[in-house]
């Protein structure tokens, strides 16, 4: 009965979680399309170039393809000779996972790389979190140097940047804190929880605990001067192309004949449309749209219509894609593995 409950209470509250997440993407939605003629939307989008949409989806996997080779440089210590084809796979039906739950991707690709390479899962969302923590560096950094490069006063234009920027800089500081503090004195933490959890449950401690220690496996797991300078030159790399293919959107649309855009404005877009990525909604959906939106009608002053017609359309090909190549690489996945069985069984059965 009382596990029931439990579990009944766990389902009442993911459900609750995943109405608030649509209510909110709703939300957004609402806000980003108000007072907006959805028609030229669509007709700006249709006006989209091919050739550049070829180049944002080619930019788009290479970005992409560059992360999951970081990812393997950060298991280096873990395990030398993982495959960068199931990194790959695995961070793509992740972000395909996210399109429709957020935040479930994250260990979506966790206990796939784990399955896949024969490594803990637990160990292997810590190496997920300590991605995660490198990318929100980097994208303060993006942050910081696009208030050198624009001409406007963004902290004027958006005050609550300023705010942004001091939460991220106190939250990567107290993060940091934690995980020094917590992989240098392991085995105190270790004991608090067990003591802690064991007051309720000494099965619940002692797994939990587990849980803890495999967790700061992967997370300690980027070690060695070589696998810091190539996390960090991949990091750079893929900020950079993240954005190019912000500055392509504009081309995508044409955007260079009437505004006065260049890398610096895909880099500025890149950078603060990256804040959307902290709302949990499926894909950074509404929350994207209305940011860039916002963005693009208040620094660059296009008009509502069409800065919605750029959101929507670089939002909506990276949707597909990780969609579209989620499914792809899951059904290909799992089709070599049925291959493999039939070739095993036929070969037993020769013998």
């Known amino acids: 009965m009382i596990s029931d409950k439990i579990a009944l209470n766990k389902n009442i509250k993911r459900a609750f979680k995943y109405a608030l997440s649509f209510i909110v993407t709703i939300l957004f939605l609402y806000l980003a399309f108000l007072n907006v003629d959805v028609r030229k939307v669509i007709q700006y989008t249709l006006t ?63 206990v796939l790389i784990g399955k896949w390479e024969g490594l803990s899962r637990s160990s292997m969302l810590g190496t997920v979190i300590l991605e995660r923590f490198i990318d929100v560096i980097f994208f303060a950094i993006a942050l910081a140097i696009s208030l050198f490069l624009s001409t406007r006063n963004l902290l004027g234009v958006f005050p609550w940047l300023k705010t942004t920027l001091y939460i991220t800089a106190a939250g990567l500081c107290l993060g940091l804190i934690f995980v020094f503090l917590a992989i240098k004195f392991k085995q105190f933490f270790i004991k608090w929880i067990i003591k802690l959890v064991g007051k309720v449950s000494n099965k619940g401690g ?134 493999v069985n039939e070739s095993t069984e036929t070969n037993i059965g020769k013998i």
């Not at 989209?48 to 992409?64: D, E, K, R, T, Y």
């Not at 393997?72 to 961070?91: C, Y």
């Not at 296009?302 to 059904?331: G, N, P, Q, R, W």
């Open 48 to 110: 989209a170039s091919p050739g550049w949409v070829v180049v944002f989806v080619c930019i788009f996997l290479l970005s992409h393809f560059l992360r999951a080779l970081r990812w393997k440089f950060i298991l280096s210590s873990v395990k030398k000779d993982v495959s960068v084809k199931n990194l790959f796979g695995a961070l793509m039906i992740g972000y395909g996972v996210n399109c429709v739950v957020p935040r479930l991707g994250e260990v979506t690709r966790a």
């Open 206 to 339: 002692e797994m939990l605990a587990g849980f803890f220690d495999t967790l700061l496996q992967g997370f300690s797991s980027l070690k060695g001067w070589k696998n810091y300078f190539n996390t960090i030159a991949l990091s750079i790399a893929i900020i950079l192309l993240y954005a190019l293919n912000s500055y392509v959107g504009f081309l995508m649309l044409g955007f260079q004949n009437y505004y006065h855009v260049d890398y610096g404005s895909g880099w500025i877009i890149m950078s603060l449309s990256s804040i959307a990525a902290a709302i949990p909604t499926p894909g950074s959906t509404g929350s994207y749209h209305l940011l860039v939106k916002s963005l693009l009608t208040l620094l660059f002053g296009m008009s509502e219509d069409k800065s919605l017609a750029y959101a929507f359309l670089t939002h909506i090909i990276s949707y597909i894609m990780f969609i579209f190549t989620a499914l792809v690489i899951f059904f290909a996945m799992y089709k070599q593995k049925d291959n």
